[in-house]
């Protein structure tokens, strides 16, 4: 099994644990369309049992450092402004909710909100390492992304309305 696939098989596990979850919150949960992943960034769609707060979420699996590191990565977070194709990445998707898994919870944040932190904080000018992207552009090689790292103990100080699912 490639790399890819083992990847995608970490993010449908941290999909699966949110749905689970989410139920146990009190919310019925349906998978978005395959359009609805691919094109509008958008995993689930939450309906509350008590009638609001219903929400489309685009869930975040934890992320190693590194292809070869051994441990997972909570305090870092990476955002994508523009995809592998140069379209709008999922920070201009069209959920209403990010959830980053970490290693004891979700913590589920408003997406716009997200967004006009992280258009306020990143460099614009690019980086050519991945270890330097903290703040800063990065584009992978042969790839026409934009993405930046940035920690997750500033987004929480900065957006309003997170909500944290223990797992």
């Known amino acids: 099994m490639g790399r890819h696939a083992l990847e995608m098989d970490h993010g449908e596990k941290a999909e699966k644990l949110f749905r ?3 139920i146990q919150e009190g919310y019925s949960v349906k998978k978005s369309t395959r359009y609805s992943n691919i094109a509008e960034h958008i995993d689930f769609h ?5 009638g609001f707060n219903n929400f489309s979420v685009d869930v ?5 450092p590194s292809r070869n590191a051994t441990w997972y990565e909570d305090q870092e977070v990476w955002v994508e402004f523009h995809n592998v194709a140069g379209k709008e990445g999922w920070l201009y998707g069209k959920a209403d909710k990010i ?9 589920i944040v408003p997406r716009s909100e997200l967004t006009k932190f992280c258009e306020k904080s ?10 330097e992207a903290l703040y ?7 790839r026409k992304d934009v993405i930046s790292k940035v920690l997750m103990a500033d987004i929480v100080e900065n957006v309003e309305n997170i909500i944290y699912w223990k797992k």
């Open 99 to 107: 959830a980053f898994e970490r290693e004891d919870d979700f913590v």
């Open 46 to 50: 939450l309906t509350s049992k008590i």
């Open 122 to 131: 990143v460099a614009p000018f690019f980086v050519k390492n991945a270890k």
């Open 20 to 22: 689970d979850i989410a």
């Open 136 to 142: 800063k552009s990065y584009r992978r090689n042969n």
């Open 60 to 64: 975040k699996a934890r992320k190693k």
